[in-house]
């Protein structure tokens, strides 16, 4: 059952088998080579030319898996997608960073990456809003954007040639996050999707499903695409965000973060893919059943949840048919 490392009791190791029974099956049905391990076969139509891609070889004339992971296929290539790997980048990915280093004209930061990324000074919005040339007073102020241990939202602007990965945050979706909890999930959990930024307004959350399989979940912070603002407004904006930078997160507020914070933790757990609609119904799950907080990682919700995802694919597939 995924090597999960829960204290189950002996009844609740079996409903979690049948659940994970049920979820294969349906799974199988759908897609009959979406998952597979080492030496499964892939099938492929011989009678058209393909591409043998990363880990898969020949075998006594089939094509066949060399690692576990999931079966892609782009055009004629036929490869196998790795789960348990660090993440890939891509450019145009949504991703959430820590702070690692703070050096000259740029920040180093940590994304699950072979190497640390970079996000240059030129590569972000200042303070201000308006669109300048970086100045030497900008470099020396630039611990008073971010310092180290800061968690940051980002996306992938290019490689470069030494193999580094650079970042970009010019819109004001982006930049520093505050007031939440950083999660870390593997990387394979998070598909890519036209919105990686989700507003869960019954909450005032904020919820960010980083590509590299960072989540953030945050108090809601108020955006504004507008560059450029005239002086009143901007003194006015600034001494607005410096009453809210002192005002304490309420109870209720920090309640919901470590409830929808719980729900990314047990989804994970259970190797299910993360989705704004599926974390919803994981917390609303929990919220109707009056389970606290703290009970929501224990064996027994991790079953229901398992229970639950097995029954709603079910039902979907009958809608289907």
């Known amino acids: 059952m995924r090597g999960l490392q829960l204290p189950l009791s002996q009844t609740q190791r079996i409903r979690l088998q049948r659940a994970f029974e049920k979820l294969q099956s349906l799974s199988s049905k759908a897609n009959s080579d979406a998952s597979v391990t080492v030496a499964d076969t892939i099938p492929v139509n011989y009678e058209d030319a393909f591409l043998k891609g990363h880990g898969t ?169 507008g560059m450029v603002v005239d002086q009143a407004n901007s003194s006015e904006q600034s001494m607005v965000l410096e009453e809210k930078n002192q005002t304490h997160t309420p109870l209720e507020m920090r309640q919901n973060i470590c409830r929808i914070a719980n729900a990314v933790r047990v989804l994970s757990t259970l190797g299910f893919s993360m989705d704004a609609d599926l974390i919803m119904e994981t917390v609303e799950l929990s919220s109707s059943l009056k389970i606290d907080i703290h009970d929501m990682i224990g064996s027994e919700f991790h079953v229901l949840v398992a229970e639950r995802e097995a029954e709603r694919r079910s039902l979907m597939g009958k809608r289907r048919r």
Request: charged share 30%.
């Open 57 to 225: 070889t020949d075998l006594n004339g089939e094509l066949v898996a060399t690692v576990c992971g999931v079966v892609e296929r782009i055009n004629k290539l036929v490869y196998v997608r790795g789960l348990r790997a660090r993440y890939k980048p891509e450019v145009g990915d949504i991703v959430v960073g820590r702070v690692v280093e703070v050096a000259q004209k740029r920040w180093r930061l940590e994304i699950n990456f072979s190497q640390d990324a970079i996000l240059m000074l030129s590569s972000m919005n200042m303070p201000d809003g308006i669109q300048r040339r970086r100045t030497a007073l900008d470099e020396l102020n630039m611990r008073g954007i971010f310092e180290e241990n800061d968690v940051v939202c980002a996306e992938v602007r290019n490689f470069q040639h030494d193999g580094s990965l650079q970042l970009q945050a010019r819109s004001q979706k982006y930049g520093k996050l505050e007031k939440g909890q950083l999660l870390i999930i593997d990387p394979y959990l998070v598909k890519k999707s036209k919105s990686h930024f989700h507003h869960l307004e019954q909450f005032g959350i904020d919820l960010i499903l980083g590509r590299n399989g960072f989540i953030w979940v945050g108090e809601h912070v108020e955006t504004r695409d």
